[in-house]
């Protein structure tokens, strides 16, 4: 099966959590570069004005490696919660 060339105009902002206290947040976004479609998971972060700025620390990949993505977080979920790290649904926002 043959991959389409889609160019996005701007990004697509799939998901938006907070990870901390300070509220910075992570964000999950479609977007295309050169005829690639991309995923990017990236933090963010407030700066000095307020502003949400994005920072160095994410991932940007392929589209065709998401469900590769996917599986990794499920596992991760998994033996999280072997290790009893996570209960169930817990949400505290993240400590770092």
Same mark, same amino acid.
Do not use: E, P
């Given at each position: 099966m043959g991959t389409r060339k889609l160019e996005l105009a701007e990004p697509?902002?799939?998901?938006?959590?907070?990870?901390n206290r300070r509220k910075d947040i992570i964000s999950t976004a479609l977007?295309?570069?050169k005829g690639h479609? =991309?995923?990017?998971?990236? &933090?963010?972060?407030h700066d000095r004005e307020g502003k949400i700025v994005p920072t160095s620390k994410g991932i940007t990949?392929?589209?065709?490696? =998401?469900l590769d993505l996917q &599986?990794?977080?499920s596992k991760a979920v998994d033996?999280?919660?072997e290790l009893g790290l996570l209960?169930?649904?817990e949400?505290?926002?993240g400590d770092e």
């Open positions: 697509v902002v799939v998901d938006r959590f907070f990870s977007q295309s570069y479609a =991309l995923v990017d998971v990236r &933090k963010y972060m990949m392929k589209v065709t490696r =998401l &599986k990794a977080i033996k999280a919660r209960d169930g649904n949400d505290d926002g």
